[in-house]
């Protein structure tokens, strides 16, 4: 593994090299200046790893992750579609430097013993809370309009 502990912070960073394949690097972001995912942090995160795509073959990009660069490239302060362009035209070979936070183990560390994480996906907890608050405001500007 290409990775290393922040100090204090309880982050994990790793560069992952992945190969686009015919359907692209096999994964959605989500986040940007103009969508933010999690409040108060424009950073561009791993929204989806698609089956049998480039990242899923790999392993080692998981849902959740912040992508910090892309080829050396910085995705701070960018807006989604801008962050969307640079993936697709970030050619063949591809280098990610991506963000992890770590979570606590019960037991030895790096065995479980079952083979599962023992925890959701940061995704599987923020989407659906930023799907509902979504359709809230959707339903009071239309109710608005009404009036």
């Known amino acids: 593994m290409n990775g290393s502990v922040a100090a204090g912070g309880g ?15 096999g994964f959605n972001i989500v986040g940007g200046t103009d969508q933010q995912y999690v409040s108060n942090d424009s950073s561009i995160y791993v929204s989806r790893i698609k089956k049998d795509g480039a990242a899923y073959l790999d392993g080692r990009l998981q ?55 023992g925890g959701l996906p940061l995704a599987a907890v ?9 359709a809230a405001v959707w339903i009071l500007l239309r109710y608005r309009q009404r009036m």
């Open 63 to 117: 849902e959740g992750d912040k992508i910090v660069a892309i080829n050396g490239r910085d995705l701070k302060d960018l807006r989604h579609m801008d962050a969307v362009e640079l993936f697709r035209n970030a050619g063949y070979d591809v280098s990610l430097k991506i963000q992890r936070r770590l979570q606590p183990q019960n037991g030895p560390v790096g065995h479980r013993g079952d083979g599962d994480s």
């Open 126 to 134: 923020l989407v659906p809370g930023l799907a509902l608050a979504a």
């Open 11 to 25: 982050l994990a960073e790793e560069v992952i090299r992945l190969t686009r394949r015919p359907s692209g690097l």
